[in-house]
């Protein structure tokens, strides 16, 4: 077992910038891809990037490219999720989840769907005003 909790959700204004933290503990950490989705209102949960275990290895949402960074510290068992230039587009629910089945990104195959995911946190809200 898994368990992940968010922190660091929070109103913030257009333009500017919020890192959110996913903290695990349970089994290693250093096993899983840990993925990042949000969910607006109204809208369906959507994949915003993923990082493999090593941290060597990052993917985004073309949504997210560029704006937001995600990061993880394995001695201390957590992921980061760095949102720059924020819009008021992102304003959602922010989960983070872990992968332990694709955690290496073997040929270069990184999971994005919510159902390769075993674990998840319970959510931060994320609110950005215009």
């Known amino acids: 077992q898994v368990q992940l909790v968010e922190s660091g959700g929070g109103l913030v204004q257009a333009g500017g910038s919020l890192r959110i933290s996913c903290a695990a503990s349970?089994?290693?950490?250093?096993?899983?891809?840990m993925g990042w989705f949000r969910q607006a209102p109204g809208k369906e949960r959507e994949f915003v990037g993923v990082?493999?275990?090593?941290?060597?290895?990052?993917y985004y949402a073309d949504s997210v490219k560029g704006r937001f960074i995600i990061s993880r510290d394995n001695a201390k068992n957590t992921v980061y999720l760095q949102m720059n230039s924020l819009k008021p587009e992102d304003t959602a629910v922010y989960y983070c989840?872990?992968?332990?089945?694709?955690?290496?990104?073997?040929?270069?195959?990184?999971?994005?769907?919510?159902?390769?995911?075993?674990?998840w946190g319970q959510g931060t809200q994320v609110t950005v005003s215009s």
């Open positions: 989840a872990a992968d332990g089945d694709r955690a290496y990104f073997s040929g270069g195959y990184y999971p994005r769907g919510e159902d390769e995911y075993e674990y």
């Open positions: 990082i493999s275990c090593s941290g060597g290895r990052t």
């Open positions: 349970g089994r290693t950490f250093s096993s899983y891809a």
